[in-house]
């Protein structure tokens, strides 16, 4: 996933607890069609779907109570 450019491939860092940190300028397209830009160094895409500022990570899921494992 990525474009390749002069600067190398676009870096897609997946986190343990988090969001997913793109590398460089991003477009998203959401499940509407719609598309929004992200002209930041590294943009943070939400995965907890907490975010009130979707697609774009708020640190909602720092608030997420994690479920321990029954076994």
Same mark, same amino acid.
């Given at each position: 996933?990525?474009?390749? =450019? #002069? !600067?190398? *491939?676009?870096? /897609?860092?997946? =986190? +343990?607890? #988090? ?5 460089? *300028?991003?477009? /998203?397209?959401? @499940? +509407? #069609?719609? &598309?929004? =830009?992200?002209?930041? *160094? /590294?943009? !943070? ?7 009130? %500022? *979707?697609?774009?990570? +708020? =640190?909602?899921? &720092?608030? %997420? /109570? %994690?479920?321990? +494992? @029954?076994?």
């Amino acid at each position: 996933m990525g474009r390749e =450019t #002069g !600067a190398g *491939p676009t870096r /897609v860092r997946l =986190t +343990d607890d #988090g969001p997913v940190l793109v590398t460089g *300028p991003v477009e /998203v397209e959401l @499940p +509407d #069609g719609t &598309r929004v =830009t992200s002209r930041r *160094p /590294v943009t !943070a895409l939400c995965t907890c779907r907490r975010t009130r %500022r *979707p697609p774009f990570c +708020d =640190t909602s899921h &720092r608030t %997420r /109570v %994690r479920q321990e +494992d @029954p076994t």
